[in-house]
């Protein structure tokens, strides 16, 4: 596949009047990026995951202490003796890759037109502990979809960037990055750098709040959103000014509270309380100590796997079941060893660390008072192995809400997990909106 055929870039500017841009008066210094790590960088790397000492473990077949030494000593054997960066990275590179310097963050982004003669532009979005390369499932069936069994008219162009400091949006060197202000930057690159006019917005994870900001903020400039993780805003903060009249909260959680769930929703409030009180000791760290952290994974490429191969196997666990074989149902060794690798290559185990400090630090505030918070037509996704699921009751109130679908399949990296479930929801709704 030669997702580069028939695509022209300018090198100052990408814009495309036939695909809904416009003439800018602005430019930007946007340069193709090819992904090539130095050798001595891979040499180093190898180097260390020799040497990688294993703590001593028992009595944690299930995982209930945390990452399984078991499966760690697994996977660094398979990094060292079976993995190929090489040949990842020269998947990687058959999409095409950029770089712009755009209000203070290198910032890489893959900008892949659609085909047929009105694609609508589509940006797409990755979280915490991705990368672009999670996203990877979905793109060509979004941009191509009569490969795929769809209809022309369904096409989209596709922008997805590495979040600030993540990844190759690196070396971060500027403080106050999160969800809302990676919106304001996104914003940007979509009408002034490239050009459009409005476009659509998708995502989960950290990728749901800044797509959710996009139709907060910059309502006519978009479309409607896709959230596949329906959160609210104001989440990490100690006030709530976007909490919805008329919705009991749980005070103790901060989440809807067990009374506003449906006979239809039973154990979706429970598998939200797992999560609070079990599952986000992480985040915690990262809000508050995220500095900390990047002294342990900046130097360690096992401690970087270490660190986000546990959150991939609890977060799908509900939907899943334990176990290495469950485990690897879902995420082949491949794809664990990748997203460590790419953290641990680009050093960006503490910048990505620091997106959460930021939420507080930086913290988030309304662009108005209205309800529903996210006022552009929305659609929600419901998968069943989500680390939170709110009410509908809730839902219906925070968003301007007009697709609304529950799955039987799928969690929280729906479109690496269910690449197929996740398109066909995109294309269903949007279809609508074109």
Not at 75 to 101: G, Q, T
Not at 302 to 309: E, V
Not at 311 to 338: C, H, I, M, N, Q
Request: aromatic share 14%.
């Amino acid at each position: 596949m030669n997702i580069h055929s028939g695509t022209e870039y300018s090198i100052l500017r990408v814009c495309d009047t036939e695909q809904g841009g416009s003439t800018l008066s602005n430019s930007f210094d946007v340069r193709p990026y090819e992904i090539r790590i130095p050798e001595a960088d891979l040499d180093d790397m190898m180097e260390r995951l020799k040497r990688t000492r294993f703590p001593q473990d028992f009595a944690n077949e299930d995982w209930r202490y945390g990452y399984n030494t078991e499966y760690h000593r697994t996977l660094i054997d398979y990094w060292i003796n079976e993995y190929d960066w090489r040949d990842v990275e020269r998947r990687m590179n058959e999409l095409p890759h950029f770089k712009v310097d755009l209000m203070g963050v290198p910032l890489h982004f893959i900008h892949v037109r659609g085909k047929g003669s009105n694609p609508k532009p589509l940006l797409l979005h990755h979280g915490w502990p991705w990368t672009f390369w999670d996203v990877r499932k979905i793109i060509e069936p979004l941009t191509d979809p009569v490969k795929f069994g769809g209809q022309e008219s369904d096409s989209f162009d596709v922008v997805l960037i590495s979040l600030p400091g993540y990844g190759f949006s690196s070396p971060l060197t500027e403080t106050g990055w999160n969800f809302w202000k990676t919106a304001d930057l996104e914003n940007v690159l979509m009408t002034q750098v490239l050009g459009y006019d409005r476009y659509a917005t998708a995502g989960g994870d950290w990728g749901a709040l800044i797509a959710q900001q996009h139709g907060h903020k910059y309502e006519t400039d978009v479309i409607g959103v896709y959230t596949h993780f329906p959160a609210q805003m104001s989440h990490y903060l100690a006030e709530h000014p976007d909490q919805p009249d008329g919705v009991e909260y749980d005070a103790a959680l901060g989440l809807p509270a067990a009374s506003e769930y449906s006979a239809e929703e039973d154990g979706w409030f429970d598998r939200g309380k797992l999560f609070v009180e079990n599952e986000s000791g992480y985040g915690e760290l990262q809000l508050t100590k995220p500095q900390t952290l990047a002294a342990l994974v900046t130097d360690s490429p096992a401690a970087q796997l270490a660190w986000i191969t546990e959150k991939r196997y609890f977060w799908g666990l509900a939907e899943r079941g334990s176990g290495t074989k469950a485990f690897e149902s879902v995420w082949p060794k491949e794809d664990l060893v990748t997203t460590a690798a790419v953290y641990f290559l680009t050093g960006t185990g503490g910048t990505s660390a620091r997106y959460y400090w930021e939420c507080r630090g930086n913290p988030w505030t309304p662009s108005h008072n209205r309800f529903p918070v996210v006022g552009v037509p929305t659609a929600v996704s419901i998968y069943p192995g989500e680390i939170y699921k709110p009410p509908k009751t809730w839902t219906e109130k925070y968003f301007n809400l007009k697709q609304y679908r529950v799955h039987s399949s799928g969690g929280h990296f729906a479109p690496l997990e269910e690449p197929e479930i996740y398109v066909n929801d995109v294309r269903d709704f949007f279809r609508t909106l074109r």
